[in-house]
């Protein structure tokens, strides 16, 4: 049954799982409204099937930040007082497309930015088991005209302290 492929059949390299689903990731963030951060996020299951995608953006029939400015930047739409974000991060929004959350227990995360802490918290208890991330995340302090960020190292110390797997992507894994 080992049968030598004719010479026209090369064997085309594949993409590894790692790359496929990030360039969905990627991909995904192209959906965001924010104008300072492109961030998705996916959930896929032992099996390499997706169980759920999500990006960061507004809540539910809120202001989108690309249509009238961010409002810790910009400030508020209608009295330009500096306000908290409007969006919803990208791996909560997977978690709620999700819909059943136990589908997420056990799940690897794909996702364009490493979690904020608040984010890992919510991962945490969803019993996630990997995390494959492509940058850092920043926050960005309010009313700093988007030029100050700063790290939140409790995300990866809750992940580490909870046995969770954290991978920076490297493309060719």
Avoid at 9 to 29: H, P
Avoid at 77 to 101: F, L, M, Q, S
Wanted: with cysteine; hydrophobic share 35%; aromatic share 8%.
């Amino acid at each position: 049954m080992d049968q030598k492929l004719p010479k026209k059949f090369k064997k085309k390299k594949r993409l590894s799982w790692d790359e496929f689903f990030m360039e969905i990731t990627v991909n995904a963030s192209k959906r965001t409204a924010c104008l300072f951060h492109q961030i998705a996020a996916v959930f896929v299951d032992e099996n390499h099937r997706i169980i759920s995608i999500g990006y960061n953006g507004p809540s539910k029939n809120d202001f989108h930040c690309n249509e009238v400015g961010c409002a810790k930047i910009h400030g508020d739409p209608v009295t330009g007082k500096i306000r908290r974000c409007r969006g919803v991060h990208a791996e909560i929004n997977a978690i709620i497309n999700a819909g059943d959350t136990a589908k997420l227990r056990g799940a690897t995360l794909y996702s364009v930015t490493f979690p904020c802490y608040d984010c890992m918290k919510a991962l945490n208890n969803l019993s996630i088991k990997k995390i494959v991330y492509l940058n850092e995340y920043l926050r960005i302090v309010e009313g700093s005209d988007g030029k100050k960020k700063e790290a939140e190292p409790e995300a990866r110390e809750l992940a580490e302290k909870r046995g969770i797997l954290i991978e920076k992507f490297k493309k060719g894994n």
